[in-house]
């Protein structure tokens, strides 16, 4: 079955630069959500989209924005790099109005940033 | 505020034995919760969920969990370790929208 899908696996950015995360869900889904997970963190909810609408914001920086495009793929932008953005990012997608698949999704295998 | 808290930051068991790790969650209503397992480096994988009925939910790989209100819990259990059961296991809870919040982890060893 298809899975989520993340680009690029890993990345490495030098501070004050710009990095663009890519997620693309499982076919049909509608919504996506993004988190970071800092090291030995737990994963910490950033933001979500459903039909290309922002649906729910948590602890997201300012200098981080996100989008959800017509094809239902997602980017999560992120500038002005600090060494403390160094994280596994995860996205997760399901589908909104259905119980069973708004919750218990499973997550893309991650885009490793690294912040030098 | 919701919130989950996982008492045991690492816990080491030996292959063979059973296995318990203990979530509570801090919910107004009732909970939709989670048990996830993430390997080195890897992705966050689904072990099973809970949404309503019946309180003890199978899982793969051999996991099950059980809730209970009462006790605000939802602990997760296996009868016999494998060591291919080593990893970090977080329990999650659902806070509207989809958006889950996840406790601290707990990191598990198995010894041979």
């Known amino acids: 079955a298809a899975g989520v899908i993340q680009s690029p696996r890993h990345l490495i950015k030098e501070k004050r630069e710009t990095a663009t995360l890519k997620c693309y869900p499982i076919?049909?889904?509608?919504?996506v959500y993004w988190y970071q997970q800092g090291p030995g963190q737990d994963p910490q909810f950033l933001i979500s989209?459903?039909?290309?609408?922002?649906?729910d914001k948590g602890s997201i920086p300012d200098r981080f924005s996100a989008q959800q495009f017509s094809d239902y793929h997602s980017e999560l932008n992120m500038s002005s790099l600090e060494l403390g953005d160094s994280a596994l990012y995860f996205c997760?997608?399901?589908?909104?109005?259905?119980?069973?698949?708004?919750?218990?999704?499973?997550f893309g295998s991650g885009t490793r940033l690294t912040v030098v | 505020a919701q919130s989950v808290t996982q008492p045991d930051i690492h816990i080491t068991v030996s292959e063979g034995a059973s296995l318990e790790l203990r979530c509570n969650y801090s919910?107004?209503?009732?909970?939709?919760l989670f048990w996830y397992v993430q390997s080195p480096g890897q992705g966050l994988q689904l072990l099973l969920k809970?949404?309503?009925?019946?309180?003890l939910v199978q899982g793969i790989k051999g996991f099950e969990a059980e809730f209970k209100r009462s006790q605000s819990s939802f602990n997760l259990r296996k009868p016999s370790v494998h060591w291919s059961d080593a990893a970090e296991y977080f329990c999650?809870?659902?806070?509207?929208?989809?958006?889950?919040?996840f406790g601290q982890g707990t990191e598990l060893s198995v010894k041979p």
């Open positions: 997760a997608s399901s589908v909104t109005g259905i119980i069973d698949y708004n919750y218990g999704y499973t």
């Open positions: 076919p049909r889904h509608d919504t």
């Open positions: 989209f459903y039909e290309k609408m922002q649906s």
């Open positions: 919910y107004g209503a009732t909970p939709y």
């Open positions: 809970y949404f309503s009925g019946d309180t």
């Open positions: 999650a809870v659902g806070a509207g929208g989809g958006k889950l919040i």
